[in-house]
């Protein structure tokens, strides 16, 4: 594996937590400080669109980055949750285009469903079993990749699942705490 991929490595990991961070922040205001002049969230909600945006075209691109340039080759579960994430560019993308708004609660329930796939997929790689006909299960089949290995492990716990459901989990937060604002007009 190159240097640089380290490298990489590290500067996602430290992002992914920057943005469990937001999401605390996030969920900790709409929970606690709630109303119409709290400008954190007032700011979220201004940028939803584009932080959705950049959000899910980082996460495309560094999917494809991963997969194709340094050659980790996705499981069956990666599969899935890409199914679930690649729509949100799209979604995002023409939200911005069109300034129509009706993608909020479509990227919301793509949004979920990732979510239950990346928290399966972590409960996998942390040893538990699994009904998929993953390689770990299967050695004879070699055309498949295990679901349980770790291309990424850093800082004790950032995995390319934890990864999909933190960007999950931020783009399910923003578009909630945009509806919670578009309500209260």
């Known amino acids: 594996m190159p240097a640089y991929v380290d490298v990489i490595n590290k500067i996602l990991s430290l992002g992914t937590i920057f ?20 400008p954190f969230l007032i700011f979220i ?9 950049l ?3 980082g996460a495309f691109t560094l999917s494809l980055f991963y997969s194709e340039v340094v050659g980790f080759p996705p499981c069956e579960l990666c599969w899935i949750q890409r199914i679930f994430l690649y729509p949100q560019l ?17 990227s919301i329930v793509f949004a979920v469903i990732g979510s239950i796939v990346s928290i399966y997929h972590i409960y996998i790689e942390n040893g538990g079993s699994s009904n ?3 390689a770990a ?3 004879t089949n070699t055309n498949q990749v295990s679901c349980a290995i770790r291309y990424i492990y850093e ?12 960007l999950s989990l931020f783009i399910i937060v923003i578009l909630l705490n945009y509806k919670f604002f578009s309500r209260m007009k």
């Open 19 to 38: 943005l469990q961070v937001v999401i605390f922040f996030i969920v900790l205001n709409l929970i606690f400080f709630k109303n119409r002049t709290n």
């Open 45 to 53: 909600k201004k940028y939803t669109f584009i932080f959705g945006f």
């Open 55 to 57: 959000a899910s075209l």
């Open 90 to 106: 799209i979604l995002f993308s023409m939200e911005l285009y069109k300034k129509d708004r009706s993608i909020v609660d479509f």
């Open 132 to 134: 998929l006909g993953c």
């Open 137 to 139: 299960l299967n050695p």
């Open 155 to 166: 800082f004790g716990y950032i995995t390319m699942p934890i990864m999909s459901l933190t």
